[in-house]
């Protein structure tokens, strides 16, 4: 029986039960520390700044609204990649604000 369900597990469509689908492993998030760690980086990005936000403890959805609402305040890009928040420019004051708005104490980290 394990030897059908390996077969299955490469499966892409089947008239048996139409698609199927593999599911997808949900990340774990890593727990806070109680502070948001804000950084300003510009090693590996062309001598642009980047301020990184890590530390938060949230899931993906809730990292994705945080940083909209992050861009839209800043008036800059930006991204979320992992469990990391990435904006553009140097906006650690407006970004300490808005985290601290929200409950986070903010822990600014480097110069």
């Given amino acids: 029986m394990s030897s059908l369900q390996d077969q299955l597990s490469n499966l892409v469509y089947s008239t048996d039960?139409?698609?199927v689908k593999e599911e997808k492993p949900e990340m774990?998030?890593?727990p806070s520390d109680g502070f948001a760690h804000v950084r300003r980086e510009?090693?590996?990005?062309?001598?642009?700044?980047?301020?990184?936000?890590?530390?938060?403890?949230?899931?993906?959805?809730a990292l994705k609204v945080l940083a909209?609402?992050?861009k839209q305040t800043c008036g800059t890009?930006?991204?979320?990649?992992?469990?990391?928040?990435?904006?553009q420019g140097d906006k650690r004051d407006v970004i300490k604000s808005v985290l601290e708005k929200n409950g986070f104490k903010v822990?600014?980290?480097?110069g």
């Avoid at 062309?46 to 993906?60: D, M, P, Q, R, S």
């Fill in 17 to 19: 039960g139409g698609r």
């Fill in 28 to 30: 774990d998030v890593t």
């Fill in 42 to 61: 510009t090693k590996g990005r062309k001598g642009k700044g980047v301020v990184t936000i890590t530390g938060l403890g949230l899931e993906a959805k």
């Fill in 68 to 70: 909209k609402k992050l």
């Fill in 77 to 87: 890009g930006g991204t979320v990649v992992g469990e990391v928040i990435e904006i």
């Fill in 107 to 110: 822990k600014f980290i480097g």
